[in-house]
């Protein structure tokens, strides 16, 4: 198979350029067109000799997401995007108009394994890891397709990055990279259900980028039930993990914490959480959990969300209620992915004939 060249950093191109026999510069040229001017093939690098773009239609191919559904929210202008890969999969992207930005939450994953039992993307296990230029194509795609500028990025769509952790780095370098986008480290944020020794390694990478950790639960026991990871990781580990994360880059950690009605949003469930996180230097994001059809959770009331918010500010912890976006846009993460899959099924049934 012909090489991925958009996810070689610029020195990597550098290198294979070289490699090629050609000069070094030339990687500079050929960076520019994939990650700032967004090229999509090799005829558009018009300034290539023709020997250089021979051996590049050869050897390298340049990966490219096809937009094969776009949704918009006729309440806040949110878009969702579903695209497709190479090999057939299909994976999906929202964009978040804000007054400070425009905000893209990117899948890392096809699929997930963490089998969190609220989520819609882990439903059918993981099927593959994306590649760093898999990525960055979804911001690219989104750039192109909306004519807005995006500013931030949340690495929050189908996946556990901590479980493509190689790739998701080298995404991180590429995206904030001077000579590509260059979109500031501070404003990416990577979401983790707490895989702990990956979290210690995202610490040590000299990064300027938000950690947030799927918390979900104030202990344990209610954890596990919720998480599977919660088996292999306990919260004493996961919140050492986010301290040393902030020692080392002095970067605040963000807690997300979905509420769901009747099982971890109770008063008494906010003090527990108050009492483990209010010595830290966090932020918790309350997200009212987004029911999806093969799971009986429902999200909590208004009254018991601002109770659950109240008592943590009691602690003088900083709370905030995520803001539902593009709700009348098939609901939770991975339910467009979804839908869509489902869809697919039924079509491939009915032309095999099938009547069910
Ligand atoms: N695997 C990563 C990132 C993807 S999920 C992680 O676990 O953090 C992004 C966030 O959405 C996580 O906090 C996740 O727990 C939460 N989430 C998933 N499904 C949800 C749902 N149906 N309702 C509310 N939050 C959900």
Redesign the pocket.
């Known amino acids: 198979m012909k090489k991925d060249i958009k996810s070689y950093t610029k020195k990597e191109l550098e290198e294979e350029i070289r490699s090629l026999g050609d000069k070094a510069f030339r990687a500079g040229q050929i960076y520019q067109w994939l990650h700032v001017k967004l090229a999509e093939s090799f005829e558009e690098m018009t300034n290539l000799s023709k020997g250089l773009w021979e051996r590049l239609e050869a050897e390298y191919r340049i990966m490219a997401l096809k937009p094969v559904q776009v949704q918009v929210s006729k309440l806040d202008g949110t878009s969702k995007y579903l695209f497709e890969l190479y090999d057939g999969n299909v994976i999906e992207s929202v964009l978040m108009k804000y007054h400070h930005g425009n905000s893209v939450c990117i899948s890392s994953q096809v699929g997930?394994r963490?089998g969190?039992r609220?989520?819609?993307?882990t439903l059918d296990g993981l099927e593959r890891c994306l590649a760093p230029s898999e990525m960055l194509e979804q911001i690219y795609q989104i750039q192109k397709l909306s004519g807005e500028r995006v500013s931030n990025i949340v690495?929050?769509?189908?996946?556990?990055?901590m479980d493509n952790y190689d790739n998701l780095v080298k995404f991180v370098r590429m995206i904030s990279d001077e000579n590509g986008l260059n979109i500031s480290q501070r404003n990416i944020t990577v979401?983790?259900?707490g895989l702990v020794p990956n979290m210690r390694r995202l610490a040590e990478e000299g990064l300027q980028i938000t950690l947030?950790l799927?918390l979900?639960a104030p202990n344990d026991e209610l954890r596990r039930t919720l998480m599977p990871v919660a088996n292999s990781y306990s919260i004493d580990e996961v919140l050492a993990a986010c301290q040393y994360f902030f020692e080392k880059t002095g970067r605040r950690i963000t807690f997300?914490y979905?509420l769901v009605r009747g099982v971890n949003d109770s008063e008494a469930a906010a003090e527990e959480l108050a009492g483990r996180i209010r010595h830290m230097n966090c932020h918790v994001n309350l997200?009212p959990?987004?029911?999806?059809k093969e799971r009986d959770f429902k999200e909590s009331q208004k009254k018991e969300i601002l109770n659950f918010k109240n008592r943590l500010e009691k602690y003088g912890i900083n709370v905030t209620i995520r803001r539902e976006m593009g709700r009348d846009i098939d609901g939770?993460?991975?339910q467009l992915r979804k839908s869509y899959r489902e869809k697919q099924k039924e079509k491939e049934g009915e032309e095999c004939g099938h009547t069910e």
């Not at 609220?118 to 993307?121: E, G, P, R, V």
């Not at 929050?156 to 990055?161: K, R």
């Not at 959990?289 to 999806?292: Q, T």
């Open positions: 997930c963490m969190c609220f989520c819609a993307s690495v929050m769509g189908t996946g556990e990055p979401s983790t259900c947030a799927s979900h997300e979905s997200i959990v987004n029911p999806i939770a993460c991975g």
